[in-house]
C-alpha cells in the first residue's frame, strides 16, 4: 500500500541485512509496518504493529478482501475522499485507511487527493492494481495495532524498526525520539537483533548500510536527495 516513507525502492538492499543468519522459525517484527511494503517481501514467521489502526485494518483489508477496494476514480471521487476524510466514523475502518494512505498525494495521510495536473491517470486504479498484487504476500501476516512501546516480542527475534525521522514535515511533534532509541537499547539487550532506517542514530548505534535517495516532500516543494541508512547496535 502507497504510504509516506515507503522503503519499497530499497527493500531489497535492507532485506539483506536484515534476514542474513536468520533461523528457521525465528520471528521478524516490524513495529512500525506502515503500508507493508517492506513485511510483505519477508517469509516465515512475522507481526507487523502500527499505533494507527486505520493503517491496521487497511492492511488486514487488502490482505483479506482486495476486491472490494474502489477499482477506478469513477467508483471514488475526490469529493467522495473529502467526506471520507470529515466523516471517518461512518465508514469502515479499514476503507478509511485505505483511502487516507493510498489515495492521497505521497501517501500522506488525507493530504489530499492523488491526481495529476493534467487529471489523466487514474491513480485509483492504480492503487487498487497494486493492492491486488499485494495481497497474495500479507496472507500469513499478524497485524497489530499497538505501539511500539507495548508489544510483546518473541525471544530472540530480528525487529526491524521503521520510525518517523526526526525533523519529518508529519512528526514534528508527537514522537519521542530519545525514547525510542533507549527502547532500541533495551530490547537488543534482551537478546533481538535490533535494524533501524532513519538518517541519523546516537553514536552508539552503527551504520551498516546507507544509499542517495531522493525523498518527496509536498507538491510545492518537489523533492531532494537525502542518504537514507540502516543502523544496528
Known sequence: MKYMGSKNRIAKDILQFTQAGRMYGQWYIEPFVGGGNMID???????????????I??????RDNPESLPKNNQEITVHDYRHI???KTEYDKGYVGYVGCALSYGGR????????GA??????????????????????IFFVFESYKDIRIPDNSIVYCDPPY???KKYK?????????????????????????EYEAP???????????????TQNTGSKKMTERLFAI
Open 173 to 197: 511533534t508527537g514522537f519521542d525520539h530519545i525514547e525510542f532509541w533507549e527502547w532500541c537499547r533495551k530490547i537488543s539487550f534482551e537478546g533481538h537483533r535490533v535494524f533501524i532506517s
Open 57 to 62: 485494518e487497511a492492511l488486514k483489508l487488502i
Open 119 to 140: 487529471q489523466k491517470r487514474d491513480y485509483v486504479a492504480e492503487a487498487y492494481r497494486n493492492a491486488v498484487k499485494q495481497s497474495p504476500k500479507l496472507q500469513n
Open 203 to 217: 553514536d552508539d548505534f552503527r551504520c551498516v548500510w546507507q544509499k542517495e535517495q531522493f525523498s518527496s516532500l
Open 85 to 87: 476524510r470529515d466523516n
Open 41 to 55: 517481501k519477508v517469509v516465515g514467521h512475522c507481526k507487523g504493529f502500527d499505533n494507527n489502526e486505520y493503517v
Open 166 to 168: 526526526k525533523g519529518a
Open 109 to 116: 495521510w488525507f493530504e489530499g487527493w492523488c491526481r495529476d
